[in-house]
């Protein structure tokens, strides 16, 4: 069984993130920011969302645990502050339901989405410039990267919320996620 852990950085969907992939048949465990990455055994990690990028905990230290990594929100804007990215403040703030086009359909976390896709997301905060080796796979009229990825790193974002009722098909970006972490441990076991 596939084993992803969720790290908590104090997001108020958090909660939701663990049971989307519970209800999936994930075993998945929540875990503190703060936990050391030697202690982390998982085939896959989900950076959730939170409200303050100064409360990261070890989440640079987990980008080089070499197994797949999903930032959500804040999550994504993790990975690409600490690889070269650049993020800053959104011109539109909070929570609001926003269309989102699917630049790359063969990404394998977003790719299989409709090319029109309607999220909930934050925007006071957003990446604003995607880190080298990285591909953005969406983007919206509010903001320029609403998802990116590096697929040979196992690195990949989004900056809408799959987690909850609002955003369309965001089971499915969590199922993308399971077949990339079982993907990848099944290669290691090779």
């Given at each position: 069984m596939t084993h992803i852990?969720?790290?908590?950085?104090?997001?108020?969907?958090?909660?939701?993130?663990?049971?989307?992939l519970r209800d999936m048949g994930v075993d998945v465990e929540l875990i503190d920011n703060d936990t050391p990455p030697e202690e982390i055994d998982a085939d896959g990690l989900v950076l959730s969302g939170g409200p303050d990028i100064d409360r990261i905990g070890n989440c640079p230290?987990?980008?080089?645990?070499?197994?797949?990594?999903?930032?959500?929100?804040l999550?994504?804007?993790?990975?690409?502050?600490?690889?070269?990215?650049?993020?800053?403040?959104?011109?539109?703030?909070g929570y609001a339901d926003v269309t989102v086009e699917i630049l790359d359909d063969e990404d394998p976390l977003v790719g299989?989405?409709?090319?029109?896709?309607?999220?909930?997301?934050?925007?006071?905060?957003?990446?604003?410039e995607v880190p080298e080796g990285f591909e953005r796979t969406a983007k919206s009229d509010v903001c320029g990267v609403e998802a990116m990825?590096?697929?040979?790193?196992?690195?990949?974002?989004?900056?809408?919320?799959?987690?909850?009722?609002?955003?369309?098909?965001?089971?499915?970006?969590?199922e993308n996620f399971i077949a990339i972490c079982e993907e990848k441990a099944a290669m290691a076991e090779q």
């Open positions: 852990d969720v790290i908590d950085n104090h997001g108020q969907f958090t909660h939701l993130e663990q049971r989307a230290e987990y980008l080089d645990l070499d197994i797949p990594v999903f930032g959500i929100c999550g994504m804007q993790i990975i690409a502050d600490e690889r070269g990215g650049r993020v800053g403040g959104g011109e539109y703030g299989s989405l409709a090319p029109e896709t309607r999220v909930w997301a934050s925007h006071a905060d957003e990446v604003k990825s590096n697929v040979e790193d196992g690195l990949y974002g989004v900056q809408w919320h799959p987690e909850v009722a609002h955003t369309e098909r965001g089971e499915e970006v969590f």
